[in-house]
């Protein structure tokens, strides 16, 4: 058998629990996507690789069993983790726990390990955590709150994408990468606004002086936010920076400001153009960037 071939049509999707073959060496990306009636697997010896997105949308998944005899993983109850217990690699979608505690040997919590996850409110972190991957807790519809160890000096683009109910995300003052202000996460100089919870309902925000850049996705599906005003002394905006935010009506831009990346503004250029209002100075990157994009520009100088 080839080593990703688990999604072939012969493989009955109705079972709840699957047996994967003694033999397989990789359970490759796609083979268990949209098995919504599967409740658990069991992972042979031979299994070597584990895809990050194997288990995409198996929404009744769970547990994960693995064999004793398995030399690079292991399940501590039903969640998969490395062997040596220093990556949590995929949490099963279907437990209905509303808390879990990651155990204390974790360094590492693996791409979209937590994804659609939609009972959690709260997951608590060990103080070993390092590093948290992209798309790590990516549609944990029910998060509340975070709270981010002096550890963590790695945070993921996106890791917590579609988190609708995410009011904060705090962050150790003993943390020597990131900060939060106001449950707002930032890089720890305060020069990149990495993000803002989207479960936050404010409807204005005026971004810190000092902040030079806005991270990728930081502000994607704030569904509340209808005004913003962002400081001198800004540079970048990225890609899909404001993406789906849906009430969005007005932002004032800096005159420092010189990229605004692709999408930054998301649905507002497309059926909602009418609704966004640039408002910046005359002459401006701003200005140039609105006009391009057919979007409605107004001066502030």
């Keep these: 058998m080839e080593q990703s071939d688990l999604h072939a049509d012969y493989v009955d999707k109705e079972t709840e629990r699957f047996v994967v073959p003694d033999g397989v060496r990789r359970i490759g ?3 268990f996507w949209f098995w919504d009636k599967l409740r658990s697997v069991v992972i042979p010896t031979s299994v070597e690789e584990i895809d990050e997105d194997a ?5 009744a998944l769970e547990s994960f069993e693995v064999a004793e005899g398995n030399a690079r993983y292991r399940s501590i109850d039903g969640v998969l983790f490395s062997k040596d217990g220093k ?31 939609v009972s959690l409110t709260s997951v608590v ?6 590093t948290i991957v992209a798309g790590a807790f990516a549609e944990c519809f029910a998060l509340e709150s975070f709270d981010v160890p002096e550890n963590v000096t790695k945070i993921g683009r996106r890791a917590f994408f579609l ?3 995410l009011k904060a995300i705090n962050v150790s003052e003993n943390n020597p990468r990131y900060r939060s202000i106001d449950g707002i996460l930032f890089s720890h100089d305060g020069k990149k606004l990495l993000k803002r919870p989207e479960g936050t309902k404010k409807e204005e ?18 569904s509340s936010l209808k005004k913003v005003v962002l400081p001198e002394g800004l540079k970048t905006i990225g890609d899909g920076a404001f993406w789906e935010c849906s009430s969005l009506e007005e932002i004032v831009l800096p005159q420092s400001l010189d990229n605004i990346g692709d999408r930054a503004f998301g649905s507002a250029l497309d059926e909602r153009a009418t609704l966004l209002t640039i408002c910046a100075p005359k002459g401006s990157y701003a200005e140039k960037y609105a006009k391009t994009n057919n979007i409605k520009f107004e001066p502030t100088t």
């Design 205 to 222: 925000y005026g971004v810190p002086q000092g902040v030079k850049e806005i991270e990728e996705g930081a502000f994607d599906s704030c």
């Design 55 to 59: 288990f995409f949308e198996s929404g």
């Design 163 to 165: 988190c609708s109910e």
């Design 29 to 31: 990306f796609h083979d």
């Design 87 to 117: 990556t949590l690699v995929k949490y099963p979608e279907g437990i209905k726990n509303d808390v879990y505690v990651v155990p204390e040997s974790v360094e590492t919590i693996e791409r979209h390990a937590f994804y659609h996850c």
């Design 125 to 130: 972190l060990p103080q070993s955590l390092k």
